[in-house]
């Protein structure tokens, strides 16, 4: 998932040096709401340790 989240950063950043701000954009703030859901799955998911 963090691969798949720099993979759509670095999309982020070539689409607006090419000149391609809008659909930076909308890749942008489709990178931030992946990465939000990803940080609350994994805070609130309960650990696996068996002791």
């Known amino acids: 998932m963090i691969a798949l989240l720099f993979a759509l950063l670095t999309a982020v950043m ?4 090419f000149g391609r701000t809008k659909a930076g954009n909308v890749v942008f703030f489709l990178t931030l709401a992946l990465s939000v859901y990803w940080l609350k799955f994994h805070a609130t998911s309960q650990l696996t340790i068996q002791l």
């Open 14 to 17: 070539a689409l607006n040096c």
